[in-house]
């Protein structure tokens, strides 16, 4: 029996201090590989590098009953305004360790050693599924078309993220 596509909501958050809507690629990157997948965008914004303003539109989103998936770009480096993973580590109900490892490892195929400097990672609260992602366009790509593209869609196996969306309240 083959599983059917369940679209998801997501909402897209670029974490910069420069970017706007015009040359926020990264964003636009993880826009229109969702919508191309058939997902569907619920909101995107961008957000100052800035933990706390980061949190609170996290935050917003983990308690919107309509967002299933959030993808933030940015953030995840190594300098001193780079704060997206404190900034959202602390909302995760659970981590999703093998998320940053694996984004490393497909990551290193292309940049190398330079993958040592991102902190992407991953986690789930309230039953939405958290991803953060480095703020360059190529990392985007590698974490949507080498990850997400097949963990966001039902039919893929042997196991994908949808397919447990109903049981992340489960006590």
């Known amino acids: 029996m083959n599983a059917e596509f369940i679209p ?20 636009k990157v993880l826009e229109d590989r969702a919508r191309a997948d058939g997902h569907h965008i619920v909101d995107r914004q961008i957000v100052p590098d800035d933990v706390y303003q980061i ?9 919107h009953p309509e967002i299933n998936v959030i993808v933030t770009t940015g953030g995840t480096g190594l300098t001193g305004r780079d704060g997206t993973p404190e900034a959202v580590k602390v909302l995760f109900d659970k981590e999703i360790e093998g998320f940053g490892e694996l984004f490393r490892y497909l990551s290193y195929q292309v940049i190398k050693t330079s993958t040592v400097q991102s902190r992407a990672t991953a986690g789930v609260a309230n039953a939405t599924f958290i991803f953060c992602l480095p703020g360059s366009s190529g990392a985007c790509r590698t974490g949507w078309d080498e990850i997400l593209h097949e963990q966001l869609d039902k039919r893929h196996k042997p196991c994908n993220f949808v397919e447990l969306m109903p049981r992340l309240l489960e006590k």
């Open 55 to 63: 949190r609170a539109i996290v935050s917003q989103w983990i308690a």
């Open 8 to 27: 998801v909501n997501i909402a897209i958050l670029t974490v910069s201090d420069s970017r706007t809507f015009d040359n926020d690629t990264s964003g």
